[in-house]
Structure formats: structure tokens, C-alpha cells
């Protein structure tokens, strides 16, 4: 699981996020939402160790990440899968090669078993077959399917996606939503997904976390969700 107690961080003088304290249960989707400028982002590059706490603790399992070096967080890493919100392809490389990118860095798989990876997990994702193609040839919504395919390449427990329906048309973003949460059941993940866009966190979770000038103002499950009265939260339901 996911435990973050107290957490806080300051960038200078501006506070990004106050006192936050979740716990997030092996196997859940959560989402997390909020405005530009809420804290959501921030919250999600503390917990993959991107950033450290100014204060309290952040567990992934039964490590404290809080204060890891890179070289140890690059191990509890190996855990983790990142979907970034522009999928964050390598240009120069095909797409077989974004795909078996960690598993060539963190492994010692002969290329036959990488190769072998790829072709399982694009063809999970939907997209059989296309191992030659440059991301130049790809839309928007097959580049986040080879961003997801390169996160789930190497096992992870937990999938981190970053505004993943971000410069979507909504059937593509139903399409991604619908990824999301056949991956979840099928590979049994944790998963974490910040957005914005409210329509998918109800699609998605099996709860909604809401940030709001960094400080967390409701946890619960999707129906309860809707149920809160407070106008922060009635604000983005507005839009459904």
C-alpha cells in the first residue's frame, strides 16, 4: 500500500501542500483531482520520489521513501509504472524500443524475452503489431496506449498516470478510461490517477481524492463523493 502521514511541502515560501495524510490499499484505482495550481501534481511527484516531503512521511510497502537517495529510489521504482500526461515517448526510438526501454536499462532478460514482453503488452494495450513505427506515426490516444504498455512492461504494482485524458477527444479519452480500468483488473495494480477532468474520475475510481490550495478537503468513493456538500467540490461536478 500507499501511506502518506503528515506530508507538507514548501517550495521557498509558497506551500504547495499542508499536513496531507492518505492511505491508498493495494489494488485500488484512486483519483486524484484539482484544479491548475491545487497541489495534485505535486503530490504525485512526491509519492514516485521525484521531490521530498518538507515534512512527514511517505511510505511505499514498508519503505519510507521520505528521505531515499536516488540509488534507492530507483530500486522502489522498479515497482512502479508512469504514464506521463504527454507520454513522454523517445522520438529517436521505434516504438518496440519505448516499450523495452527499462527492461533494457533494469534487466538482464536476453533481447528474445524482451522482445517478447513488448509484443505481449502492446497487444494488451490494443496495439498488435506496431513494434516499427516512430511515435511521429502515432495519435495522440495510441501514444498514451505505448506509454502505458512501456509502464506495465516491467510488472509493476502500482501505475501512475498523469492527466491521462489530457488533449484528448472524449471517445478517445472513454477508450483510455476504459484501458485504465481493464489494466487495473487485469494485472491486479494499484493505481493513481491525477486529473482534472471529472467525467473519467467517476468512470475510473474506486474513489476520488480532492486538492484544493494544497490541503486535502474530501476522500471517499464515487457515490459518496457526490453526496458532499461543500461548494469546492460541487464546483467540478458542474461540468457532468
Aim: one cysteine or more; proline letters at 3%; glycine letters at 8%.
Amino acid at each position: 500500500m500507499i501511506k502518506i502521514e503528515n506530508v507538507s511541502k514548501f517550495f521557498g515560501e509558497k506551500r504547495a501542500l499542508n499536513n496531507i495524510s492518505l492511505t491508498i490499499p493495494d489494488g485500488e484505482t484512486l483519483a486524484i483531482i484539482g484544479g491548475s495550481g491545487s497541489g495534485k501534481s505535486t503530490l504525485l511527484r512526491l509519492m514516485i520520489g521525484l521531490i521530498k516531503p518538507t515534512s512527514g512521511k511517505i511510505f511505499i510497502d514498508d519503505d519510507d521513501i521520505s528521505n531515499f537517495t536516488e540509488e534507492q529510489m530507483t530500486k522502489v521504482r522498479l515497482k512502479m509504472g508512469m504514464v506521463f500526461q504527454y507520454s513522454a515517448l523517445f522520438d529517436s526510438m521505434t516504438v518496440g524500443e519505448n516499450v523495452a526501454f527499462g527492461l533494457v536499462e533494469h534487466s538482464n532478460l536476453p533481447r528474445e524475452e524482451i522482445n517478447r514482453i513488448v509484443k505481449e503488452k502492446l497487444a494488451q494495450v490494443g496495439l498488435p503489431d506496431v513494434e516499427n513505427l516512430m511515435p511521429n506515426e502515432l495519435s495522440g490516444g495510441m501514444k498514451k496506449r505505448v506509454s502505458l504498455a512501456r509502464a506495465i512492461a516491467f510488472g509493476p504494482k502500482i501505475i501512475f498516470y498523469d492527466e491521462p485524458s489530457s488533449g484528448l477527444d472524449p471517445v478517445t479519452t472513454n477508450r483510455i478510461d476504459e484501458l485504465i480500468i481493464s489494466t487495473q483488473k487485469a494485472l491486479n495494480v494499484t493505481s493513481i490517477v491525477v486529473t482534472h477532468d471529472m467525467v473519467s474520475a467517476c468512470r475510473i475510481a474506486n474513489r476520488i481524492a480532492m486538492v484544493y490550495n494544497g490541503d486535502l478537503i474530501a476522500v471517499d468513493t464515487v457515490e459518496n463523493f457526490k453526496k458532499i456538500d461543500d461548494k469546492r467540490v460541487k464546483e467540478f461536478f458542474r461540468v457532468i
